[in-house]
């Protein structure tokens, strides 16, 4: 079982859609959660970073980390066609390197 | 509007040869990290670096991969021999701070096609 688990997709919505992006993880000692997004033929950037368990909120994106089911999310509000991108979960423990999915690539059609 | 820079952007090459990635990390920042992403095993860590001095290479292969940073504004990986395997796209990311968990700044990237 892979430490990190992210369904690939492709995921296509309308624009103005609520999106939601989701990984899960296997091992109960990661305390570090981040979304990257990644545009095509560019590296990824941070979008988004939580530690432990909750909700976090910038703009029309949300990252949710549920510790007891080991599970993951990314929701974007509203989303618009520039959201079109592949969604990458990482999580660390901390001491050791960061952990990615393989990512979810996301479509938004205007 | 500080950034990572990655050379060469492409390079093709065939089996058996060296190659060599090159990158510049954003003035400032003391962490380097080194990638490869592919289809099947996604983002991987190959190599970690703290003001310069390598703490993490346990996922490059040692045989034929080496990372160095010469000084603190040039991290290069090099591949020798290459093989089709090594068919990539190798990113470089910085930061600031101690370790795996601080914001890594990432280049955009080596795509790398070894035939």
């Known amino acids: 079982q892979k430490e990190v688990e992210q369904d690939p997709g492709p995921l296509s919505v309308p624009e103005g859609a609520i999106v939601s992006l989701n990984c899960t993880y296997s091992?109960?000692?990661?305390?570090?959660f981040m979304w990257y997004r990644q545009y095509s033929r560019k590296g990824p950037e941070l979008l988004m970073y939580t530690y432990s368990s909750g909700n976090k909120e910038d703009g029309r994106f949300t990252a949710q980390v549920d510790k007891s089911s080991k599970y993951i999310s990314l929701f974007i509000r509203d989303s618009q066609p520039s959201d079109s991108a592949t969604y990458l979960c990482a999580t660390s423990r901390g001491s050791e390197k960061l952990v990615f999915g393989k990512g979810t690539k996301l479509t938004v059609n205007p | 509007d500080a950034r990572v820079t990655q050379t060469p952007r492409d390079k093709v090459t065939e089996m058996g040869q060296e190659v060599t990635m090159r990158c510049q990390p954003i003035?400032?920042?003391?962490?380097v990290f080194w990638y490869r992403q592919t289809m099947m095993q996604g983002l991987e860590l190959l190599a970690y670096?703290?003001?310069?001095?390598?703490?993490?290479d346990s996922g490059m292969p040692k045989d034929r991969f080496s990372a160095e940073m010469p000084d603190a504004t040039l991290a290069t990986l090099k591949i020798q021999p290459s093989e089709p395997r090594d068919s990539a796209v190798y990113f470089c990311a910085s930061g600031l701070g101690q370790g795996y968990t601080d914001t890594q700044y990432f280049g955009p990237g080596t795509r790398l096609t070894v035939l």
């Open positions: 091992n109960s000692a990661f305390q570090y």
């Open positions: 003035l400032g920042h003391n962490t």
């Open positions: 670096f703290r003001n310069r001095a390598p703490l993490d």
